[in-house]
């Protein structure tokens, strides 16, 4: 028998009380059923733990804890506040004890400290980026955007497109407090957004909102001290390509072969293949993706089909994909769904 997945999309509501839209995944012909809707407000972004047992989801008043049910279905189990504005990113360090929120309008990184049965406690931990950056309008204060754990699960590093840089802290086992210990300088007006691990854990990936570029780092924990050496910078797009364009989120195959990333603006989907020894990456695809402002792209579970999710024509659009040609090709119809922001798929019968 076939695994058997859920798709989790999280949208912003406007006019619409359900911000978290279930669907059931149907491998073979690429397509998504829809199956329920959460009731929750402006559900930008939301994470699995580790453990693949409950669900986190951003809100306007902080955070939302789900516990996963064996058909995919959510069940509420709390929330909490995060003392401060509206998260944009969440993530859970890899024993699943601590919650991290990104706060881009404040620039602020909440810890949350979770309990056993996937509740959350209450925050252990609060820390504001302080300076200035150097475009008025946008990068003029610190705009934390994406908060992930080294594989290790030694350090947390803290993408600040503000600032142009990435934070690295280590993370107290205990109570969850945070300390500064390096700094990861980005090209200057560059924006970095969205921050990924290779599944080996000895690669960063760091997506650059203004520049459209990724750059790749290799990582090493040379006893208690981090070392990210930049290996690679590649473009996500087209060497013509829309003005305005903005890179958005980053997305690894489950099989950790591809990685994915959406041209919001430019309209358009970039596939890479990952060298599983080197880190680094080769372009395979970049191409339209037939709707307006992709905020999120992700390949199907089996990478036979791909879907994107267009924030501003509000509609999730499908492909099949032939990853060795370079092709995408439009599967059936679009999925209309209000103002879509972030996907995650999710194998059901996980234990």
């Given at each position: 028998?076939?695994?058997?997945y859920?798709?989790?999309v999280?949208?912003y509501?406007?006019?619409?009380?359900?911000?978290?839209?279930i669907?059931?995944?149907?491998?073979d012909e690429?397509?998504f059923?829809?199956k329920?809707?959460?009731?929750?407000?402006?559900?930008?972004?939301v994470?699995?733990?580790h453990?693949?047992?409950?669900?986190?989801?951003?809100?306007?008043?902080?955070?939302?804890?789900?516990?996963?049910e064996p058909?995919g279905?959510?069940?509420?189990?709390?929330?909490s506040?995060?003392?401060?504005m509206r998260?944009?990113?969440l993530?859970?360090?890899y024993?699943?004890?601590?919650?991290?929120?990104a706060?881009?309008?404040?620039?602020?990184?909440?810890?949350l400290k979770?309990?056993?049965?996937g509740?959350?406690?209450?925050?252990?931990?609060e820390?504001?980026?302080?300076?200035?950056?150097?475009?008025?309008?946008?990068?003029?204060?610190?705009?934390?955007s994406?908060?992930?754990?080294t594989?290790?699960?030694k350090?947390?590093?803290?993408?600040?497109?503000?600032?142009?840089?990435?934070?690295?802290?280590?993370?107290?086992?205990?109570?969850g407090?945070?300390k500064?210990?390096?700094?990861i300088?980005?090209?200057?007006?560059?924006?970095?957004?969205h921050?990924?691990f290779?599944k080996?854990?000895?690669?960063?990936?760091?997506?650059?909102?203004?520049?459209n570029?990724?750059d790749?780092y290799?990582?090493?924990?040379?006893g208690?001290?981090?070392?990210f050496?930049k290996?690679?910078?590649?473009?996500?797009?087209n060497?013509?390509?829309?003005?305005?364009?903005?890179a958005?989120?980053?997305?690894?195959?489950?099989?950790?072969q591809?990685m994915v990333?959406?041209?919001?603006?430019?309209?358009?989907v970039?596939?890479?293949?990952?060298?599983?020894?080197?880190g680094?990456?080769?372009?395979?695809?970049c191409?339209p993706?037939?709707?307006?402002?992709?905020?999120?792209?992700?390949?199907f579970?089996?990478n036979?089909?791909l879907?994107s999710l267009?924030h501003?024509s509000?509609t999730m659009?499908?492909f099949t994909?032939?990853l060795?040609k370079?092709l995408?090709?439009?599967n059936?119809?679009?999925?209309?769904?209000q103002k879509?922001?972030?996907?995650?798929?999710?194998?059901l019968?996980?234990?």
């Amino acid at each position: 028998m076939s695994d058997k997945y859920v798709a989790y999309v999280s949208t912003y509501t406007q006019g619409d009380n359900y911000g978290i839209h279930i669907y059931d995944v149907d491998l073979d012909e690429g397509r998504f059923v829809l199956k329920d809707k959460v009731k929750i407000s402006n559900s930008s972004y939301v994470t699995i733990t580790h453990n693949s047992k409950y669900l986190y989801s951003i809100t306007d008043f902080g955070v939302e804890a789900y516990k996963i049910e064996p058909d995919g279905g959510l069940t509420i189990l709390g929330n909490s506040g995060i003392n401060g504005m509206r998260g944009c990113y969440l993530s859970t360090d890899y024993e699943d004890k601590f919650l991290f929120v990104a706060g881009y309008h404040d620039g602020k990184i909440t810890v949350l400290k979770l309990k056993e049965d996937g509740n959350i406690e209450g925050i252990c931990d609060e820390i504001f980026h302080k300076g200035w950056g150097n475009v008025a309008e946008r990068n003029f204060r610190p705009h934390v955007s994406c908060v992930k754990m080294t594989r290790d699960n030694k350090y947390l590093c803290a993408a600040d497109l503000g600032m142009d840089y990435i934070d690295v802290y280590t993370v107290n086992k205990t109570t969850g407090k945070l300390k500064l210990i390096d700094i990861i300088h980005s090209e200057q007006n560059s924006a970095p957004r969205h921050i990924k691990f290779s599944k080996d854990g000895h690669h960063m990936y760091v997506v650059h909102e203004l520049n459209n570029k990724i750059d790749v780092y290799e990582y090493l924990d040379k006893g208690n001290d981090p070392a990210f050496d930049k290996i690679q910078t590649i473009s996500t797009v087209n060497d013509y390509f829309a003005k305005g364009s903005a890179a958005s989120a980053l997305s690894i195959s489950k099989d950790g072969q591809y990685m994915v990333s959406s041209n919001a603006g430019d309209n358009s989907v970039v596939i890479f293949s990952m060298d599983q020894h080197t880190g680094e990456m080769s372009k395979v695809l970049c191409l339209p993706i037939s709707g307006d402002y992709p905020k999120d792209a992700c390949l199907f579970p089996d990478n036979r089909h791909l879907v994107s999710l267009n924030h501003e024509s509000n509609t999730m659009t499908f492909f099949t994909v032939d990853l060795e040609k370079g092709l995408l090709m439009m599967n059936q119809k679009e999925i209309k769904v209000q103002k879509p922001n972030c996907i995650i798929f999710h194998k059901l019968g996980q234990e």
